[in-house]
Nanobody
Framework: HLVESGGGLVQAGGSLQLSCTDSGTTFSLNSMGWYRQAPGKERELVAGISSGGTNTKYADSVKGRFTISRDNAKNTLYLQMNSLKPDDTAVYYC?????????????????WGQGTQVTVSS
């Protein structure tokens, strides 16, 4: 069971840190990813991280501004978001992922949390 938190309303240029806590027992075994869905758009990968944290990948739109990290001892995934832009406005989700075809993809399309809303005002 995945629970995202940390979203909110922020002005452009501001920062937020998202957290995702997994109450299951397999968190440290899986790659994880942050995904987002804006109104009228498909859900897209924001950032992914391997199970041990050594391999990461970012969407081109967030490179240099967002940082994904994880604490396996706490079963928690993080997304530090800096220099936020209005285009970053979306609901952000975390889920178990796999590295396939050069990118991270959801391990299952049926295991999403409730998401956390990020709204960036101009």
């Amino acid at each position: 069971h995945l629970v995202e938190s940390g979203g909110g309303l922020v002005q452009a240029g501001g920062s937020l840190q998202l957290s995702c806590t997994d109450s299951g027992t397999t968190f440290s075994l899986n790659s994880m990813g942050w995904y987002r869905q804006a109104p009228g758009k498909e859900r897209e990968l924001v950032a992914g991280i391997s199970s041990g944290g050594t391999n990461t990948k970012y969407a081109d739109s967030v490179k240099g501004r967002f940082t994904i990290s994880r604490d396996n001892a706490k079963n928690t995934l993080y997304l530090q978001m800096n220099s936020l832009k209005p285009d970053d406005t979306a609901v952000y989700y975390c889920t178990q992922s796999r590295y396939y075809g050069g990118t991270f993809r959801p391990l299952s399309e049926d295991n999403w949390g409730q998401g956390t809303q990020v709204t960036v005002s101009s």
